[in-house]
């Protein structure tokens, strides 16, 4: 098993949370196409979304249906500066590369929002560490496993 996956699912079984990686045969480089290869809807793909927070990684965990208001999102951190994070900064944030960006299994633990409208689904889809690597998770799962701040993020 990859490493990357091996930190997710230690960080997994520290929270109390059982559950195995799906590994896909294919990238799904977009929500969209998880949603496809899966078989659920778009918005039921949580995407892990790393911001440079004043130079601090912010993990926002959001739905695959919308875009994140950055500025909706500064505001409710109190004035934060937030930009997209380039390749290598979220490398050596998480440890993993976008596209597969895991809510756990990092270097160290993340600040994350996770966007409310995720709550309206019994089951999410999160990266598990690789491009081509999914796992299901329960919303509160997600709140439990990350430490995370429920906000609206579009």
């Avoid at 196409?33 to 039921?44: E, F, R, T």
């Avoid at 440079?52 to 934060?80: F, K, P, Q, W, Y």
């Avoid at 380039?86 to 895991?102: H, L, R, Y």
């Avoid at 689904?121 to 690597?133: C, I, K, N, P, R």
Wanted: one cysteine or more; charged letters at 20%.
């Amino acid at each position: 098993m990859n490493p990357k996956h091996q930190r997710f699912l230690a960080d997994l079984k520290r929270a109390g949370i059982e559950r195995e990686i799906r590994l896909l045969d294919e990238h799904t480089h977009t929500a969209a196409a998880a949603a496809d290869y899966l078989g659920c809807k778009v918005a039921a793909i949580a995407n892990s979304l790393v911001f440079d927070s004043e130079g601090e990684a912010l993990l926002i965990m959001s739905s695959g249906a919308g875009r994140v208001d950055t500025a909706l999102v500064s505001a409710a951190l109190g004035g934060r500066k937030l930009k997209r994070a380039t390749p290598d900064f979220v490398k050596q944030a998480t440890g993993q590369v976008i596209g597969g960006v895991a809510p756990a299994g990092h270097p160290a633990p993340l600040c994350t929002v996770i966007d409310i409208s995720l709550r309206d689904f019994d089951e999410l889809w999160v990266a598990a560490g690789t491009a081509d690597s999914l796992m299901p998770i329960t919303y509160t799962e997600l709140l439990w496993l990350t430490g995370g701040t429920e906000l609206e993020v579009r």
